[in-house]
Nanobody, 122 residues
């Protein structure tokens, strides 16, 4: 099993920035990729950004491309999400995820963190 713990959420004004972090523990060796999903109020969960553990490949949801950057520190088993130029539509609970090697970058997440709230409002 893999355990994921997120931190860094909060309330920011439109145009502001936040940086989320997620630390993985447990069966680390089985992880293929780590990243972030989100659930906006009243909507389904969607992929935000995912990165392979090597750091060599990433994928992003279209609306965050150019504003968000996902990165990984394998030595610390930690994935980050730098969120810039935040918009009200970015308001959501953000979940850290990890996938096994047979799932690929956009495959179904195997593990989920507890979630951290990001609210973008004036």
């Amino acid at each position: 099993q893999v355990q994921l713990v997120e931190s860094g959420g909060g309330l920011v004004q439109p145009g502001g920035s936040l940086k989320l972090s997620c630390v993985a523990s447990g069966n680390i060796g089985s992880i293929y990729a780590m990243g972030w999903y989100r659930r906006p109020p009243g909507k389904q969960r969607e992929l935000v950004a995912v990165i392979t553990t090597s750091g060599g490949t990433t994928t992003y949801e279209n609306s965050v491309t150019g504003r968000f950057v996902v990165s990984i520190d394998n030595a610390r088993n930690t994935v980050y999400l730098q969120m810039n130029n935040l918009k009200p539509e970015d308001t959501a609970v953000y979940y850290c995820i990890e996938t096994a090697g047979d799932s690929g970058l956009r495959g179904r997440p195997r593990s989920w963190g507890q979630g951290t709230q990001v609210t973008v409002s004036s």
